[in-house]
């Protein structure tokens, strides 16, 4: 072969950026981070395994199999069906045979002798296991002697069945000798179907278990027996990726296709290659010190995001990362990683190289050779080693290299952002929760679609999701149409193992579960625009080609500039259910899937639709908008004013598209509700210097505004000036509804107020909010939270959002914000949300250091909690706490955690089938009392009349209405200043503040919760008690007893009876029922 | 119901039976505790008065009033005051005009401890603020939970009367009943809807009489203002008893306009730093100082993730993926 355009190619490749992102990681990965490398490397202190106390007797174990292994007697070679059928007799076990199975008649002969080597292999010798691993092997090969193999068996699966026969025969010989000690079983090899190990899980590891004391650190272990092919036997030469190996069909005959068989050919590479890699490890690990610690914190950034050496969990798992490192550290060339980078500095370097690294997209290769490669690119990613000739990536499909890639981007911006916590999510958060990663996740149910077994054999179920992967690539990852789909993710199932005795279970109905990532914008789009229908030759191509790939979806039409194109029209309107009707349309197309409705499943729209949360819902906050837009014109247009208006600030959630419902306009149910903002005024000296005064020139100055308008647009506008509930004179005292006729109100008032600006940076980002603020309702939290502080944490999730990128659409916002708020340490951390996302690090420092002079004046934390600060509001306190309180109090911040906690466990556990209803269920038997109120009497608040004494409305109410009688028509309602309920629970909760905490949701929740506060003890008497004392009971029985203490009889307890018909009284026709616990 | 003690401390123990409501349909029985009211500094009507305290948050004097009279019969009730309403009519003579006034003015007057208040002088007074002050948002307000009140009895013999039939009720369990039939209806304005209606409406007064209202403050505001200016300007050259001269705003000349301050300002922070960015590394021992003041700040960033870690370790559970 011609080494020169290898060579040149690999030149290329260097001036692809690889070399120099490898340079500058490693240069700039000193100092910069230093907290990453601390916690990373108490990370590797705390995952380390102690082996000895760990993994008992693995080693005796290991000899034990050996000698055993030594003793079987060799025989002469047997007709493999013969030998089989001998075995199964004999020993009751069953030759663990790939499919297609050897033919009755074949005349294949098996042999057995002595194992030309023993080695144990893998991460038990290189010291790489972590404690947190779902499972714990301890691989030891054995090579098979070259003289029971043939030059040929790589055709045609006959290595595979010598190894399978041999492999059996050490399964009865190992039984016999290991009986009782350790249980045995088949499982494949990476769940490579060609591949079946041994399994040895020793029984007395299991013994310890249920007797832990003795025992702590041991942990569950098994033993694979890995028969291998000797290095270099077979001529690897003949097994590149091209070649077609496997010219037999199942019924054994010779078939004329010759269909390449690259994984095949793959695997029989990779059965020679245990021990040359096991050598190139070795030398890795001497040559540079932190190999090993590098490997380790490269398990388990996959394992957190569901990557494994397995077929179905990627094909890319320690091993693959292992040895990558290792060719790097080796380099070719220029581009090799210096071995005295530390553990963090190697691990930075391979996420770098892997996020500019797509080996899916385009070959990958490492040491001289192969220039052919991209032709094989469509049977999967190429990661090749050209001196052993191995695709180490052979093993993965193309969406598993994409998703690799995704996430080394996605942690690679982590690591760069130096203000984010960069550990937590690079090794500590679980990522692979498809709720969490997905914007929709469908299962598609099949038996026997594709029934032919074909050149591949990953099993039918992986040859089903490749096709699928390439039919929604090509449907969803249109560049010329833009892409609507981030990221297509196939899961397929797992292989479990299975006894010596059977054969292995092949499930009738396999699940293949699809997970796509939108891109929201191109999601959203309805039409498609196709290539455009030109004379040209090329141009007549491509259309063909478009109408063969869309089917009679395809149409032309006319756009704009007199062009022709082919065009999609799709029919539904959200991102969710366009991916939806889509991934039906084409996969029924081309695959003839989804025409029985119970094929595809699709899951990860339950929670819009919880809320039903509509496309339209934005025209309705537009209406809003444009209503506050006509508002600030009128104001500014006002030419009388004495101060010029400087600006005119909206302050509500409707007016941030952030509100739960969209704001309603016109609705005969109620007083209209104003839409609140706040108008400031250039700076003058004329304003009184009193506070209480300037107060009193706000109210003139309304009452002036107000008559200005209405005079400025007669008819249309009506103006109330209204007064606050204000406690004191210098408070704020009044504001200004403006009513138009056509619906909409703003409501002005005069005032210096902190205010929040959500720039609207992402489609998904107002669904979001407004699906957490539904479940801040639907558990009755967001009494106590207030709409800003709410919208910050979500606007967080947007603005940090890592493991992710940011959320691309409300379900996957919702939960990665349950998530934040599960694991957010509010004790010790303060939230910084940098929205202008220039916060200088000194800020930061400052944030925090002001968080831990709050905890150490205030450690009880009665005034402050939560701690959310912004650029503009360095405070932090600005929206969590009220009046020097905290707001929520401890007590609330701690419920709301443990609500997202167990919410965030039901997402995960219960994955995409979640009913999302159960996440909103509120929890009514936490609440001591529990206060229903009448929707009916509520409801009546609503509306007030200016001329209409509340009482006499009530009296009326009973009479049978003639609308022409009666004297409300015609007349408009006032405005509704607060929610009545809303103030109902406010006095409710100024009033008993001591003895109960209350719970209410939004303004629609009719039913309130409140808890009795566990401090408000029994307590001796005095005047000015904090709340409604009865004599102790107790104190009263002892006195009757004769026994008189002084000090007993003072004592007082809560007289909650009392309190309760308090709040009854209060609340009269308001309150349906009250409810006590235990009552 | 277990029998309470009659008394506690000083105090009777009065316990009111509550009638049971739909929405709680549950005897309750509230405890007040009443004495004879003998505040530190003592009033007039002290000995025909009873000090309450753990007052129903829904009292009206309506209500003490019923509940007087099933104790001891009609017309020996004069009028309550609540806790709340006490504080209010105490700092009335502050409040709101006074509140408003011009701070400097206030303590010059109280410096100079002019008595200006003639009996006369004090109507006046009382009217101009009734007039200059907000309509209220709310028909009726609840009272602060365990609150106190005082209640004004017609003459010392029915104080007597109250603390003997409160033993009375105690003895014979025959508690008087909180809202009952005594309780005259319409009178009290209702809770519940109702109120909370009456309160959206009157939150929204007549245009008229709200500015009725904000003219008469500005009115009384100015005024108030401009005697605080006289009386500044008197005392600006008289020494007082001790032969000091108070020190008054308003002097001799207006300050300058701030305008001119500001650029005045600026302009002098502008010098100093352009002469401090001349100065900075002009010597070689600045540029060595920094760079070891970089290092010293290196090696804290240092100490301060250590320490953080070990913060973190302490915390536990924080370094292991999770599963």
Not at chain 1, 691 to 711: N, P, Y
Not at chain 1, 969 to 987: A, C, K, N, Q, S
Not at chain 2, 265 to 270: A, P, Y
Request: hydrophobic letters at 40%; charged letters at 25%.
């Amino acid at each position: 072969m011609d080494s020169a355009p290898a060579k040149r190619r690999k030149l290329d490749h260097g001036q692809d950026g690889v070399e120099a992102v490898l340079e500058s990681a490693a240069s700039t990965g000193i100092s910069r981070s230093r907290a990453f490398v601390l916690e990373a490397e108490e990370l590797l202190d705390s995952v380390r395994l102690d082996y000895d106390t760990a993994l008992p007797g693995a080693d005796e174990l290991l000899h034990r199999i050996k000698g055993a292994v030594e003793g079987i007697n060799a025989h002469d070679p047997l007709p493999v069906a013969e030998a089989a059928s001998k075995l199964e007799k004999k020993h009751k076990i069953k030759v663990p045979f790939p499919n297609p199975k050897p033919q009755e008649n074949s005349n294949y002969k098996v042999a057995f002798a002595k194992p030309a080597q023993f080695n144990v292999v893998g991460s038990y010798v290189s010291k790489t296991l972590v404690k947190t691993q779902k499972s714990h092997a301890v691989d030891m090969v054995i090579v098979l002697p070259e003289e029971i193999l043939q030059e040929k068996d790589y055709l045609d699966l006959r290595y595979f069945y010598k190894r399978a026969y041999y492999l059996a025969v050490v399964a009865s010989a190992l039984r016999k000798d290991l009986a009782g000690d350790a249980q045995l079983s088949y499982e494949y090899l990476s769940g490579n179907h060609l591949c079946p190990v041994l399994a040895i899980q020793p029984t007395g590891s299991k013994d310890k278990d249920s007797e832990k004391s003795e025992n702590k650190g041991a942990l569950d272990y098994r033993i694979r027996i890995i028969p291998c092919a000797p290095d270099g036997f077979f001529p690897k030469a003949k097994l590149h990726l091209g070649a077609t190996l496997v010219r037999k069909s199942c019924d054994g005959e010779p078939t004329a296709s010759s269909e390449p068989t690259p994984f095949y050919n793959s695997t029989v590479i990779a059965e020679s290659c245990f021990l040359p890699y096991l050598k190139v490890l070795r030398q890795a690990e001497k040559k540079c010190a932190a190999f090993r610690n590098a490997c380790i914190l490269g398990r388990i950034w996959l394992q957190q995001r569901g990557f494994g050496g397995d077929i179905a969990q990627g094909g890319f798992g320690h091993f693959e990362w292992a040895v990558l490192l290792a060719l790097l550290l080796q380099g070719g060339e220029s581009k090799a990683l210096s071995p005295s980078l530390s553990a963090t500095q190697l691990f930075k370097a391979l996420i770098q190289f892997l996020s500019v690294t797509n080996f899916a997209e385009k070959p990958c290769v490492f040491g001289p050779g192969k220039s052919d490669l991209e032709a094989h690119l469509d049977s999967g990613p190429i990661l090749y080693d050209a001196t052993r000739q191995l695709n180490i990536a052979f093993k993965m499909g193309p969406w598993s290299a994409a998703l690799l890639h995704q996430h080394a981007k996605w942690t690679r911006r982590v690591l760069a952002d130096s203000a984010a916590d960069q550990f937590s999510p690079t090794f500590i958060l679980k990522t692979d929760v498809p709720s969490h990663s997905f914007d929709l996740v469908a299962r598609l149910n099949h038996n026997g679609v594709g029934k032919e077994a074909g050149s591949d054999f990953r099993g039918q179920t992986w040859q089903l999701g490749s096709q699928v992967y390439r039919i929604l690539k090509r449907a969803f990852v249109d560049e010329e149409m833009g892409e609507r789909a981030r990221l297509i993710h196939i899961q397929t199932p797992e292989c479990t193992s299975w006894a010596l005795t059977d054969a292995p279970k092949t499930r009738a109905k396999s699940t293949l579960e699809i997970g796509i990532l939108f891109d929201p914008v191109n999601m959203s789009r309805t039409v498609d625009r196709g290539p455009s229908a030109g004379p040209s030759a090329e141009e007549k191509e491509e259309c063909e080609d478009f109408r063969k790939f869309w089917g009679d979806k395809a149409e032309l039409r006319r756009f704009e500039r007199d062009t022709i194109r082919e065009t999609l029209i799709w029919t539904s309107t959200t991102p969710f259910d366009l991916c939806e009707e889509i991934m039906r349309y084409i996969l029924g197309l081309h695959l003839r899937i989804g025409q029985l409705h119970d094929e595809i499943t699709v899951y990860g729209n339950g929670l819009p639709a919880l809320l039903s949360l509509k496309p339209a819902d934005t025209t309705l906050f537009n209406v809003a908008k444009k209503a506050f837009g006509t508002f600030e014109r009128d104001i500014r247009d006002l030419e009388e004013l004495p101060l010029r208006v400087r600006q005119i600030a909206p302050i509500c959630p409707e007016l941030r598209h952030a509100s739960v419902k969209p704001p309603v306009f016109g609705s005969t149910k109620s007083g209209p509700r104003p839409l609140e903002c706040i108008v400031s005024f250039e700076a003058s000296g004329k304003w009184p210097e009193s506070l209480v005064a300037i107060q009193r020139t706000k109210i003139a100055f309304l009452l002036m505004i107000g008559s200005l308008l209405e005079r400025s647009k007669p008819g249309e506008i009506k103006t109330h000036v209204g007064l606050e509930d204000a406690k004191f004179e210098t408070e704020n005292l009044a504001f200004l509804d403006v009513v138009y006729e056509s619906g909409p109100i703003p409501s002005g008032s005069i005032a210096i107020s902190r205010k929040l600006s959500l720039n609207y940076i992402s489609t998904s980002l107002s669904p979001t909010i407004r699906l957490v603020k539904h479940w801040f309702n639907a558990h009755k939290l967001s009494y106590h939270f207030t709409d800003e502080f709410i919208e910050l944490i979500v606007l967080n999730i947007f603005l940090s959002p890592y493991p992710w990128d940011a959320p691309s659409s409300a379900s996957t916002g919702f939960a990665r914000t349950l998530l934040f708020l599960a694991h957010w340490d509010w004790r010790s951390e303060p939230l910084i949300v940098d929205t202008g996302g220039d916060m200088p690090a000194a800020d930061r420092t400052a944030i925090a250091t002001r968080l831990e002079a709050w905890r150490k004046i205030d450690p009880n934390m009665n005034h402050t909690v939560l701690f959310v600060a912004t650029a503009q509001e360095p405070s932090g306190i600005a929206w969590t706490t009220s009046a020097g309180q905290a707001q929520p109090s401890k007590v609330v911040a701690a419920r709301m955690t443990s609500l997202a906690k167990s919410a965030s466990r039901l997402i995960r556990e219960a994955g995409v089938e979640l009913d999302c209803r159960r996440l909103f269920v509120p929890a009514l038997k936490d609440y001591d009392v529990v206060i229903h109120l009448n929707s009916k009497a509520v409801k009546s608040t609503l509306k007030t009349y200016a001329n209409i004494e509340p009482e006499d409305e009530l009296e009326s109410a009973g009479r049978p209405k003639f609308k022409n009688l009666d004297e409300r028509t015609g007349l408009e309602p006032l405005p509704l200043v607060r929610y009545p309920t809303d103030l109902f629970l406010e006095h409710l909760c100024a009033t008993y503040a001591g003895p109960l905490v209350f719970f209410r949701g939004g303004a629609e929740d009719n039913t309130i919760g409140a808890i009795w506060n566990p401090q408000m003890q029994r307590r001796a008497f005095k005047v000015n008690l904090p709340t409604s004392y009865k004599p102790a009971a107790t104190a009263g029985q002892k006195r009757a007893k004769g026994d008189d203490d002084d000090e007993e009889q003072e004592l007082v307890e809560v007289n909650r009876e009392a309190i309760l018909s308090e709040i009854a009284r209060i609340g009269a026709d308001l309150v349906d029922k009250i409810e006590m616990k235990g009552a | 119901m277990p029998s309470g003690p009659s008394t506690i401390g000083d105090f009777s123990v009065l316990p009111v039976s509550v009638p049971p409501l739909p929405s709680f349909p549950k005897n309750a029985v509230h405890y007040l505790y009443v004495r004879r009211n003998a505040p530190k500094i003592p009033t007039a009507t002290d000995a025909r008065s009873l000090f309450l305290t753990n007052v129903p948050v829904d009292s009206t004097e309506a209500h003490l009033r019923a509940l007087f009279t099933s104790l001891v019969g009609a017309g020996r009730f004069e009028s309550a005051a609540f806790e709340d309403e006490r504080k209010d009519a105490h700092s009335q003579s502050q409040s709101p005009i006074d509140a408003a006034q011009p701070a400097h003015a206030a303590r010059l007057l109280q410096a100079h401890g002019k008595k200006r208040k003639r009996e006369d002088e004090e109507a006046e007074r009382a009217r101009e603020e009734a007039a200059a002050r907000l309509p209220s948002t709310w028909t009726r307000p609840l009272r602060k939970s365990g609150g106190t009140a005082v209640v004004l009895l017609a003459d010392e013999k029915s104080v007597e009367q109250v603390l003997k039939a409160i033993g009375k009720a105690n003895k014979t369990k025959k508690y008087p009943i909180w809202g009952g039939d005594s309780l005259p209806q319409g009178k009290v304005p209702p809770l519940g809807s109702v109120w909370l209606k009456a309160h959206n409406r009157l939150s929204y007064p007549d245009k008229q009489a709200l500015q009725a209202s904000v003219d008469a403050f500005s009115a009384l505001f100015a005024r108030r203002e401009q005697e605080a200016a006289e009386i500044a300007k008197r005392l600006r050259n008289e020494p007082d008893e001790d032969g000091f001269v108070t020190v008054t705003r308003g002097g001799r000349a207006a300050p300058a306009s701030r305008n001119e301050a500001e650029e005045a300002k600026r302009k002098m922070l502008e010098k100093q730093d352009k002469k401090k960015e001349e100065l900075t590394n002009f010597y070689r021992f600045q540029l060595r100082e920094r760079k070891k003041e970089e290092q010293a700040e290196l090696l804290k960033r240092f100490d301060d993730d250590r320490k953080k870690l070990e913060a973190m370790l302490v915390k536990r559970g924080k370094f292991v993926p999770e599963a």
